[in-house]
């Protein structure tokens, strides 16, 4: 009922970066809290960062200082820019959201993902 479709993931050296987007779609009423996790090979999904409706952010500690999160509201989009990539950031990067529907159903949903790869 809600898709999460993110786009901008790609091969980049290190030092390099890279925006992910994700937009959100369907019979959307709200959008609560808005996210980034990753999963590298042979490791759980972990959270990179998460974005309130008012624009509260947490970040992992590995990657406070380099990525930065953020949201549109208006477009049910949320970013993530990531700056100074290092190898250890390779994985595949997956969207979610969580809020309610216009039914009054609370949902939450996740993206595809998308793959990130730092390597020179």
């Known amino acids: 009922q809600v898709q999460l479709v993110e786009s901008g993931g790609g091969l980049v050296q290190p030092g390099g970066s890279l925006r992910l987007s994700c937009a959100a779609s369907?019979?959307?009423?709200?959008?609560?809290?808005m996210g980034w996790y990753r999963q590298a090979p042979g490791k759980q999904r972990e959270l990179v960062a998460a974005?309130?409706?008012?624009?509260?952010?947490n970040y992992a500690d590995s990657v406070k200082g380099r990525f930065t999160i953020s949201r549109d509201n208006a477009k049910n989009t949320v970013y993530l820019q990531m700056n100074s990539l290092k190898p250890e950031d390779t994985a595949v990067y997956y969207c979610?959201?969580?809020?309610?529907?216009?039914?009054?159903?609370?949902?939450?949903?996740w993206g595809q993902g998308t793959q990130v790869t730092v390597s020179s």
């Open positions: 974005i309130t409706s008012g624009g509260s952010t």
């Open positions: 369907g019979s959307i009423f709200s959008i609560n809290a």
């Open positions: 979610n959201a969580g809020g309610s529907l216009v039914s009054g159903t609370e949902f939450g949903s």
